[in-house]
């Protein structure tokens, strides 16, 4: 039974820091396309980064290129996104994601297959 479950949300402010994780199970991480999506209030959900298996390119929303950074620890089948220099525009709910017919991520939500549940983060002074 596939199952991803998301941690490491909060309150910070902003120009700080979190690191998501994301917990996989039922499945073998390393041969999987794994994205991060965020939603806002009021907002669709978005694509934020993602990462492939195998050689494990990576991609990123324009919005958080050079202060978001998704990797994965294949040995203990996780998924981290580092968000640093946060801004009160990245608050919203993250979830992780499994593409699970494809090796290859994209950041559209409609591929995805199987998501985790959520963690807010707020980014507020």
């Known amino acids: 039974q596939v199952q991803l479950v998301e941690s490491g949300g909060g309150l910070v402010q902003p120009g700080g820091s979190l690191r998501l994780s994301c917990a996989a199970s039922g499945f073998t991480l390393d041969y999987s396309a794994i994205g991060w999506f965020r939603q806002a209030p009021g907002k669709e959900r978005e694509g934020v980064s993602c990462?492939?298996?195998?050689?494990?390119?990576?991609y990123s929303a324009d919005s958080v290129k050079g202060r978001f950074t998704i990797s994965r620890d294949n040995a203990k089948n996780t998924v981290y996104l580092q968000m640093n220099s946060l801004k009160p525009e990245d608050t919203a709910v993250y979830y992780c994601?499994?593409?699970?017919?494809?090796?290859?991520?994209?950041?559209?939500?409609?591929?995805?297959?199987?998501w985790g549940q959520g963690t807010q983060v707020t980014v507020s002074s």
């Open positions: 990462i492939s298996r195998g050689d494990g390119n990576t």
């Open positions: 994601a499994l593409f699970y017919t494809s090796s290859y991520c994209n950041l559209s939500p409609l591929s995805y297959n199987y």
